[in-house]
């Protein structure tokens, strides 16, 4: 592929992933729990994985 047909496919890929983007902001606009509850789970993860390892045998 030639230097032009690399940039309009890498131009046809950024306005996919800018589209996907405005919809992914669209959607935690809408619903803006969300973004704490992802947070508060992951935390919540990685305390039960750290525990996990400490915990004695």
Known sequence: MGVAGW???HMKRMKR??????????????LP????????IGSL??????LYKDWPQ
Do not use: D, K, Q, S
């Not at 800018?18 to 669209?26: E, Q, S, T």
């Not at 729990?33 to 508060?40: G, L, Q």
């Not at 993860?45 to 750290?50: A, P």
């Open 7 to 9: 940039r309009f496919a």
């Open 17 to 30: 992933t800018l589209r996907v983007r405005a919809v992914l902001v669209g959607v935690l606009e809408e």
């Open 33 to 40: 729990f969300i973004c704490p509850v992802v947070v508060a």
């Open 45 to 50: 993860m990685m305390i039960v994985i750290t």
